[in-house]
């Protein structure tokens, strides 16, 4: 079983930016995607980004051009969510996700556990 374990949320005024990160507890031969869902209160989890080996990625339309997904060049089981111009719509819970790229964006073998991301004025 993999773990794996967010950081990197909490409090930002709007304009402002966090960083994210995933820390994978160990590397797993099915694991060649990694993305980040949110949550915010009352609606559904969404895919916000997706990085598939090979640093191919991809972004949910509402936050192109100021989410950026990338892996760690030292910590290579480490992927970060690197999110600017930050306003309060993208205010959420925020998790990790990891496993094969089929199913990724559907029902990802392995979750973290959240993190929270408000922004407020």
């Known amino acids: 079983q993999v773990q794996l374990v967010e950081s990197g949320g909490g409090l930002v005024q709007p304009g402002g930016s966090l960083r994210l990160s995933c820390a994978a507890s160990r590397s797993d031969f099915s694991i060649n995607a990694m993305g980040w869902y949110r949550q915010p209160p009352g609606k559904q989890r969404e895919l916000v980004a997706i990085m598939i080996s090979g640093d191919n990625t991809n972004y949910a339309d509402s936050v192109k051009g100021r989410f950026t997904i990338f892996r760690g060049n030292a910590a290579k089981n480490t992927v970060y969510l690197q999110m600017n111009s930050l306003e309060p719509e993208v205010a959420a819970a925020y998790y990790c996700?990891?496993?094969?790229?089929?199913?990724?964006?559907?029902?990802?073998?392995?979750w973290g556990r959240g993190t929270q991301v408000t922004v407020y004025s």
């Open positions: 996700a990891g496993g094969p790229v089929s199913s990724l964006s559907r029902n990802p073998r392995y």
